[in-house]
């Protein structure tokens, strides 16, 4: 089976909890002496194998391996993905049987990270996400006060839209905002723009 680590939490002595994310669930397994391994930590892929345990105890993860990306050693990089992939556990902590959607886009953006510019990949993943869950809200009124939106917007939690006046928010270009709900895609929006996204998406879903 493979995951990916969205959650590790301390048990005893070395002991540690490891929330993984798979194709067709999210689960957490007891690890004996896990804190010993470099390779579990937030964010990997990884290759286990699952022991259940005799007294339904938690099951056990067993015959851990790294599956590895190119961009691993490059601090940046890995620091972006982990604040990405942290926010997949409190949104999926209540879900145990899982459509393969979230695993596969992690991975196909997992393969892209070290190609392109990691926060842009994050904030389109994200948008398909919100897509994915029927949460994309882009019907042209203000989320607070209900009246039509102005040229400028401001953005809340989940890039909900309001008026800047509203919530006090940064000021967004209405049509770009919309082209990028459409198209997912951040191409034509500039590095600022994608920076100030990417702190809103760091909220949460």
């Given at each position: ?76 990089h890995l620091a972006i993905w982990q604040n ?43 948008l398909e996400i919100l897509s994915y869950e ?72």
């Amino acid at each position: 089976m493979q995951g990916f680590i969205l959650n590790i939490r301390k048990a005893k002595n070395e002991d540690i909890i490891v929330t993984v994310l798979s194709n067709s669930k999210v689960e957490s397994y007891w690890r004996f002496f896990g804190a010993r391994h470099s390779i579990l930590q937030v964010g990997n892929l990884i290759d286990f194998e699952v022991h259940e345990s005799k007294n339904g105890f938690m099951p056990q993860l067993r015959r851990v391996s790294h599956i590895s990306f190119p961009w691993i050693f490059s601090k940046n990089h890995l620091a972006i993905w982990q604040n990405f992939i942290k926010l997949f556990e409190p949104h999926l902590k209540e879900a145990t049987d899982i459509e393969p959607f979230y695993f596969d886009l992690l991975l196909s953006v997992a393969n892209k990270w070290h190609r392109q510019n990691p926060k842009r990949l994050a904030v389109e993943a994200y948008l398909e996400i919100l897509s994915y869950e029927g949460r994309l809200y882009d019907n042209g009124f203000c989320y607070i006060c209900e009246d039509i939106l102005d040229e400028q917007i401001g953005l809340m939690r989940a890039f909900i839209p309001a008026h800047t006046t509203c919530i006090y928010s940064y000021p967004y270009d209405k049509k770009q905002i919309f082209e990028l709900f459409n198209t997912k895609s951040t191409i034509h929006m500039n590095d600022e723009v994608v920076n100030n996204l990417f702190s809103i998406l760091l909220k949460g879903f």
